[in-house]
């Protein structure tokens, strides 16, 4: 579960997962979720707005990290949002909110497998009705 979010989440960066920083001893295994660099840079280059709720002058007890569309043709939910509890550490529960939104903005730009063969399968049909074959559960009606 841990190694799909980061792989998500490094899609989202444009990059490959598992992924690795240089330091200064060499390098270092790429990690949102455990290191406040990587988890600052990546809601950076990907537009990622971090708040600490509630906003006003009250006690924080949770993050909220948000891709908000801000185009013309968006609609309602378009965006993406994570409310993550603080609960004993903010700072992990702030890096987990980055990696999780990361993850969600890649996961819908990549079809999963079952959406990619549904659209495929519709596309099939529609060809074969074009050509006037109809086919019923693998088997050509005309033959």
């Known amino acids: 579960m841990q190694d799909e979010l980061l792989m998500r989440a490094a899609q989202a960066d444009g990059h490959a997962y598992p992924w690795v920083m240089p ?5 270092r295994p790429w990690n949102p979720l455990t290191n406040d660099e990587d988890a600052l840079v990546l809601a950076v280059r990907i537009g990622l707005q ?4 509630p906003m006003y002058d009250e006690p924080k007890h949770s993050v ?30 702030t890096r987990r909110a980055i990696t999780m939104c990361a993850a969600e903005l ?8 079952h959406d990619h063969n549904h659209h495929r399968a519709n ?6 009705a074009k050509s006037g074959t109809l086919e019923l559960f693998g088997e050509d009606a005309d033959a």
């Open 50 to 53: 971090v708040t600490a709720y």
């Open 123 to 128: 596309a099939q049909a529609t060809r074969r």
């Open 23 to 27: 330091n200064g001893l060499g390098e």
């Open 64 to 93: 909220i990290v948000r891709k908000p569309v801000w185009n013309h043709d968006a609609q309602e939910g378009d965006g993406v949002e994570v409310v993550q509890p603080y609960g004993t550490d903010a700072l992990a529960a």
């Open 106 to 113: 890649a996961r819908r730009k990549t079809p999963n497998n």
